[in-house]
Protein backbone atom coordinates (compact mmCIF):
# COMPACT_ATOMS: atom_id res chain seq x y z
CA UNK A 1 0.00 0.00 0.00
CA UNK A 2 2.82 2.74 0.88
CA UNK A 3 4.12 1.57 -2.99
CA UNK A 4 0.87 2.32 -4.27
CA UNK A 5 0.79 5.47 -2.35
CA UNK A 6 4.02 7.01 -3.35
CA UNK A 7 3.88 5.45 -7.25
CA UNK A 8 0.33 7.87 -7.61
CA UNK A 9 1.92 10.96 -5.28
CA UNK A 10 4.83 11.01 -8.10
CA UNK A 11 2.26 10.05 -10.76
CA UNK A 12 0.23 13.13 -9.67
CA UNK A 13 3.32 15.51 -9.25
CA UNK A 14 3.48 15.06 -12.78
CA UNK A 15 0.60 15.31 -14.12
CA UNK A 16 -0.07 18.47 -12.60
CA UNK A 17 2.84 19.79 -14.22
CA UNK A 18 1.45 18.57 -17.82
CA UNK A 19 -1.69 20.83 -16.76
CA UNK A 20 0.26 24.18 -16.10
CA UNK A 21 2.21 23.72 -19.54
CA UNK A 22 -1.12 22.25 -21.42
CA UNK A 23 -3.53 25.05 -20.11
CA UNK A 24 -1.84 28.03 -21.46
CA UNK A 25 -0.77 25.62 -24.79
CA UNK A 26 -4.89 24.61 -25.57
CA UNK A 27 -7.04 27.73 -24.51
CA UNK A 28 -3.83 29.52 -26.93
CA UNK A 29 -4.85 26.75 -29.91
CA UNK A 30 -8.50 26.73 -29.18
CA UNK A 31 -9.02 30.45 -28.93
CA UNK A 32 -6.31 31.55 -32.10
CA UNK A 33 -6.33 28.65 -33.85
CA UNK A 34 -2.50 28.03 -34.06
CA UNK A 35 -0.52 25.46 -32.38
CA UNK A 36 2.51 28.03 -30.39
CA UNK A 37 6.19 25.27 -31.38
CA UNK A 38 7.86 27.36 -29.14
CA UNK A 39 5.93 26.46 -26.25
CA UNK A 40 8.81 24.26 -24.74
CA UNK A 41 10.93 27.26 -24.97
CA UNK A 42 9.38 28.73 -22.96
CA UNK A 43 9.30 26.59 -20.52
CA UNK A 44 13.21 26.60 -20.92
CA UNK A 45 13.18 30.23 -20.55
CA UNK A 46 11.15 29.95 -16.98
CA UNK A 47 14.11 27.35 -16.00
CA UNK A 48 16.29 29.13 -16.96
CA UNK A 49 14.79 32.69 -15.00
CA UNK A 50 15.60 30.97 -12.34
CA UNK A 51 18.90 29.95 -13.33
CA UNK A 52 19.88 33.86 -14.06
CA UNK A 53 18.40 34.59 -10.59
CA UNK A 54 20.07 32.16 -8.32
CA UNK A 55 23.00 33.03 -10.27
CA UNK A 56 22.55 36.71 -9.25
CA UNK A 57 22.15 36.34 -5.86
CA UNK A 58 18.56 37.50 -6.39
CA UNK A 59 17.86 33.87 -4.84
CA UNK A 60 15.33 30.97 -6.27
CA UNK A 61 11.73 32.30 -5.00
CA UNK A 62 12.79 35.87 -6.40
CA UNK A 63 13.23 34.04 -10.30
CA UNK A 64 10.49 31.42 -9.34
CA UNK A 65 8.05 34.79 -9.29
CA UNK A 66 9.92 36.28 -12.08
CA UNK A 67 9.68 33.56 -14.39
CA UNK A 68 5.92 34.26 -15.40
CA UNK A 69 6.31 37.90 -16.09
CA UNK A 70 9.42 37.51 -17.75
CA UNK A 71 7.83 35.02 -20.06
CA UNK A 72 4.75 36.30 -20.25
CA UNK A 73 5.93 39.68 -20.99
CA UNK A 74 7.89 38.44 -23.86
CA UNK A 75 5.14 36.00 -25.34
CA UNK A 76 2.96 38.77 -26.00
CA UNK A 77 5.71 41.30 -27.48
CA UNK A 78 6.28 38.12 -29.48
CA UNK A 79 2.32 38.09 -30.58
CA UNK A 80 2.03 41.64 -31.14
CA UNK A 81 5.52 41.88 -33.78
CA UNK A 82 4.62 38.71 -35.23
CA UNK A 83 2.13 36.20 -34.58
CA UNK A 84 -0.53 38.49 -35.47
CA UNK A 85 0.88 39.05 -38.51
CA UNK A 86 -0.11 35.57 -39.76
CA UNK A 87 -3.61 34.53 -38.35
CA UNK A 88 -5.11 34.16 -41.62
CA UNK A 89 -2.31 32.19 -41.99
CA UNK A 90 -2.19 29.40 -39.30
CA UNK A 91 0.44 27.21 -41.31
CA UNK A 92 2.35 30.52 -41.28
CA UNK A 93 2.52 31.44 -38.16
CA UNK A 94 3.09 28.04 -36.61
CA UNK A 95 6.49 28.22 -38.60
CA UNK A 96 7.18 31.47 -37.36
CA UNK A 97 6.68 30.07 -33.78
CA UNK A 98 8.94 27.21 -34.59
CA UNK A 99 11.63 29.23 -35.62
CA UNK A 100 11.59 31.58 -32.93
CA UNK A 101 11.51 28.35 -30.68
CA UNK A 102 14.91 27.24 -31.96
CA UNK A 103 16.72 30.97 -31.66
CA UNK A 104 15.53 30.85 -28.02
CA UNK A 105 16.69 26.96 -27.65
CA UNK A 106 20.00 27.54 -29.46
CA UNK A 107 20.62 30.66 -28.13
CA UNK A 108 20.45 29.46 -24.32
CA UNK A 109 22.89 26.74 -25.40
CA UNK A 110 25.21 28.94 -26.19
CA UNK A 111 25.04 30.92 -23.10
CA UNK A 112 25.11 27.33 -21.37
CA UNK A 113 27.55 26.14 -23.47
CA UNK A 114 25.94 23.13 -23.59
CA UNK A 115 26.26 22.14 -20.01
CA UNK A 116 23.90 20.83 -17.66
CA UNK A 117 22.89 23.06 -14.34
CA UNK A 118 21.67 21.88 -11.64
CA UNK A 119 19.49 23.79 -9.27
CA UNK A 120 18.18 23.33 -5.68
CA UNK A 121 14.95 22.59 -4.62
CA UNK A 122 13.64 26.07 -2.59
CA UNK A 123 11.95 23.79 -0.15
CA UNK A 124 13.95 20.48 0.17
CA UNK A 125 13.37 17.62 2.40
CA UNK A 126 10.19 15.60 2.73
CA UNK A 127 7.32 14.68 5.44
CA UNK A 128 5.62 11.39 6.24
CA UNK A 129 2.15 10.09 6.59
CA UNK A 130 2.21 6.93 7.48
CA UNK A 131 5.07 5.82 6.88
CA UNK A 132 5.17 7.19 3.13
CA UNK A 133 7.57 10.01 2.77
CA UNK A 134 6.72 12.85 0.08
CA UNK A 135 8.78 15.41 -1.61
CA UNK A 136 7.74 18.89 0.43
CA UNK A 137 8.65 20.43 -3.24
CA UNK A 138 6.51 18.35 -5.63
CA UNK A 139 3.40 18.60 -2.64
CA UNK A 140 4.36 22.61 -3.62
CA UNK A 141 3.87 22.05 -7.29
CA UNK A 142 0.65 19.90 -7.21
CA UNK A 143 -0.64 22.91 -5.11
CA UNK A 144 0.27 25.42 -7.46
CA UNK A 145 -1.52 23.81 -9.82
CA UNK A 146 -4.36 23.92 -8.14
CA UNK A 147 -4.30 26.57 -7.39
CA UNK A 148 -4.06 28.17 -10.89
CA UNK A 149 -6.58 25.99 -12.18
CA UNK A 150 -8.77 27.21 -9.07
CA UNK A 151 -7.77 30.80 -10.25
CA UNK A 152 -8.26 30.68 -13.82
CA UNK A 153 -11.49 29.20 -13.92
CA UNK A 154 -12.81 31.51 -11.72
CA UNK A 155 -11.66 34.42 -13.87
CA UNK A 156 -13.54 32.69 -16.78
CA UNK A 157 -16.54 31.93 -14.88
CA UNK A 158 -16.85 34.85 -13.07
CA UNK A 159 -15.02 38.04 -14.49
CA UNK A 160 -16.51 40.60 -17.82
CA UNK A 161 -12.84 39.59 -19.40
CA UNK A 162 -13.43 35.89 -18.82
CA UNK A 163 -17.07 36.29 -20.46
CA UNK A 164 -15.45 37.74 -23.78
CA UNK A 165 -12.38 34.68 -23.60
CA UNK A 166 -15.56 32.29 -23.42
CA UNK A 167 -17.44 34.33 -25.84
CA UNK A 168 -14.34 34.15 -28.23
CA UNK A 169 -13.55 30.86 -27.15
CA UNK A 170 -17.23 28.84 -28.73
CA UNK A 171 -17.75 31.65 -31.46
CA UNK A 172 -14.49 34.24 -32.67
CA UNK A 173 -17.13 35.84 -35.54
CA UNK A 174 -19.75 36.21 -33.49
CA UNK A 175 -17.53 37.93 -30.42
CA UNK A 176 -16.28 40.42 -33.34
CA UNK A 177 -19.80 40.83 -34.59
CA UNK A 178 -20.65 41.47 -31.00
CA UNK A 179 -17.62 44.35 -30.45
CA UNK A 180 -15.17 42.49 -28.67
CA UNK A 181 -11.65 43.33 -29.38
CA UNK A 182 -10.42 39.43 -30.24
CA UNK A 183 -7.15 41.02 -31.39
CA UNK A 184 -6.40 42.34 -27.96
CA UNK A 185 -8.36 39.32 -26.29
CA UNK A 186 -5.30 37.14 -28.42
CA UNK A 187 -2.62 39.40 -26.88
CA UNK A 188 -3.91 38.76 -23.72
CA UNK A 189 -4.04 34.84 -24.35
CA UNK A 190 -0.63 34.37 -25.48
CA UNK A 191 0.61 36.42 -22.73
CA UNK A 192 -1.27 34.15 -20.20
CA UNK A 193 -0.47 30.90 -21.92
CA UNK A 194 3.32 31.95 -22.20
CA UNK A 195 3.10 32.98 -18.39
CA UNK A 196 2.11 29.47 -17.23
CA UNK A 197 4.46 27.66 -19.46
CA UNK A 198 7.39 29.95 -17.99
CA UNK A 199 5.76 29.12 -14.54
CA UNK A 200 5.66 25.45 -15.33
CA UNK A 201 9.50 25.82 -16.19
CA UNK A 202 10.16 27.72 -12.92
CA UNK A 203 8.84 24.96 -11.07
CA UNK A 204 10.25 22.07 -12.35
CA UNK A 205 13.56 23.03 -12.49
CA UNK A 206 14.78 21.59 -9.58
CA UNK A 207 13.21 18.31 -10.55
CA UNK A 208 15.42 18.44 -13.91
CA UNK A 209 18.92 19.38 -14.37
CA UNK A 210 18.21 22.55 -16.59
CA UNK A 211 19.81 22.28 -20.24
CA UNK A 212 18.04 24.02 -23.94
CA UNK A 213 16.25 20.51 -24.17
CA UNK A 214 13.98 20.83 -21.24
CA UNK A 215 11.18 21.58 -22.91
CA UNK A 216 10.94 19.37 -25.95
CA UNK A 217 9.43 16.53 -23.81
CA UNK A 218 7.35 18.59 -22.39
CA UNK A 219 6.51 20.02 -25.89
CA UNK A 220 5.19 16.55 -27.45
CA UNK A 221 3.58 15.78 -24.84
CA UNK A 222 2.07 18.71 -24.25
CA UNK A 223 0.35 18.57 -28.06
CA UNK A 224 -0.66 15.37 -27.41
CA UNK A 225 -2.71 16.12 -24.80
CA UNK A 226 -4.27 19.02 -26.64
CA UNK A 227 -5.19 16.76 -29.19
CA UNK A 228 -6.47 14.01 -26.85
CA UNK A 229 -8.65 16.53 -25.06
CA UNK A 230 -9.75 18.73 -27.59
CA UNK A 231 -9.50 22.39 -28.43
CA UNK A 232 -12.50 24.77 -28.17
CA UNK A 233 -12.99 24.35 -24.39
CA UNK A 234 -11.30 25.09 -21.05
CA UNK A 235 -11.58 21.40 -19.79
CA UNK A 236 -10.69 19.51 -22.66
CA UNK A 237 -7.09 20.32 -23.46
CA UNK A 238 -6.64 19.59 -19.41
CA UNK A 239 -8.72 16.31 -19.05
CA UNK A 240 -6.00 15.34 -21.97
CA UNK A 241 -2.86 16.30 -20.05
CA UNK A 242 -4.46 14.24 -17.47
CA UNK A 243 -4.78 11.73 -19.48
CA UNK A 244 -1.03 11.86 -21.09
CA UNK A 245 0.66 12.88 -17.68
CA UNK A 246 -0.70 9.72 -15.83
CA UNK A 247 -0.02 7.43 -19.01
CA UNK A 248 3.36 8.88 -19.33
CA UNK A 249 4.64 8.31 -15.31
CA UNK A 250 2.31 5.52 -14.45
CA UNK A 251 3.08 3.17 -17.51
CA UNK A 252 6.64 2.54 -16.68
CA UNK A 253 5.90 0.98 -13.56
CA UNK A 254 4.22 -1.60 -15.60
CA UNK A 255 5.96 -1.74 -18.59
CA UNK A 256 9.78 -1.64 -19.37
CA UNK A 257 10.65 2.19 -19.71
CA UNK A 258 11.96 1.94 -23.34
CA UNK A 259 8.36 0.86 -24.51
CA UNK A 260 6.31 3.39 -22.10
CA UNK A 261 6.49 6.36 -24.04
CA UNK A 262 5.87 4.81 -27.89
CA UNK A 263 3.08 3.21 -25.75
CA UNK A 264 1.39 6.71 -24.99
CA UNK A 265 1.46 7.77 -27.88
CA UNK A 266 -0.17 4.79 -29.39
CA UNK A 267 -3.07 4.90 -26.57
CA UNK A 268 -3.58 8.50 -28.03
CA UNK A 269 -3.58 8.22 -31.53
CA UNK A 270 -5.99 5.15 -30.86
CA UNK A 271 -8.21 7.69 -28.79
CA UNK A 272 -7.69 10.46 -31.63
CA UNK A 273 -8.57 8.04 -33.99
CA UNK A 274 -12.04 7.01 -32.63
CA UNK A 275 -12.55 10.24 -31.28
CA UNK A 276 -11.25 12.74 -33.70
CA UNK A 277 -12.72 15.91 -31.85
CA UNK A 278 -10.99 14.97 -28.41
CA UNK A 279 -12.50 13.94 -24.87
CA UNK A 280 -14.52 16.88 -24.94
CA UNK A 281 -13.35 18.83 -27.60
CA UNK A 282 -15.87 21.38 -29.85
CA UNK A 283 -15.97 22.13 -33.00
CA UNK A 284 -14.42 25.56 -34.39
CA UNK A 285 -16.66 28.33 -35.88
Not at 107 to 126: D, M, Q, W
Not at 212 to 241: H, Y
Request: charged share 10%; aromatic share 10%; hydrophobic share 55%.
Amino acid sequence: MANVVSVTFDIASFTSVMVLIVLGLGVIASMMGIFNFAHGEFVLLGAYTVYLSASAGLGLWFGIVAAPVVVGVLGLIMERLIIRRFYASPIIAMLGTYAIGLVIRETVRGLLGGHYESIPEPIGGAFSIGGVNFSIWRTIIIIATVAVLSGSWWMLAHTPIGLRIRGALENPMLARACGISTSRLYGLTFAFGSALAGLAGALIVPLYQLSADIGIRFLVQGFLSVMLGGVGTFSGPVLGAGGVGVMASGLPWLVPPVLADPLVFLIALVIVKIRPQGFIGAART
